[in-house]
């Protein structure tokens, strides 16, 4: 079983940028498809990025396309998304996840995002 911890959340101006951090640990990282969620106040969660446990093959929600950019390193065990261009829309709480297959089965504890107008 892996542990998740996220961290790298804060407060932004717009058109700013952050860059969140996904800590694995207690399980095998590179065998783990990745992503990064993020939920709304008063929104379902949602998919923001993916990044394949191999090939590093990343898909992006419509949203953020050519704003984030998601990466890993599994000598680090740790998963990253890249935020620029940030808007209002983008404030949620951001969670990492990892998945066996396309089952995301653990989950880390958040880190919230804040963008200011």
């Known amino acids: 079983q892996v542990q998740l911890v996220e961290s790298g959340g804060g407060l932004v101006q717009a058109g700013g940028s952050l860059r969140l951090s996904c800590a694995a640990s207690g399980g095998t990282f590179s065998s783990y498809n990745m992503g990064w969620f993020r939920q709304a106040p008063g929104k379902e969660r949602e998919s923001v990025a993916r990044?394949?446990?191999?090939?590093?093959?990343?898909t992006y929600a419509d949203s953020v396309k050519g704003r984030f950019t998601i990466s890993r390193d599994n000598a680090e065990n740790t998963v990253y998304l890249e935020m620029s261009g940030l808007k209002p829309g983008d404030t949620a709480v951001y969670y990492c996840a990892a998945a066996i297959g396309s089952q995301y089965r653990y989950w880390g504890q958040g880190t919230p995002v804040t963008v200011s107008s």
């Open positions: 990044i394949t446990r191999f090939s590093g093959t990343t």
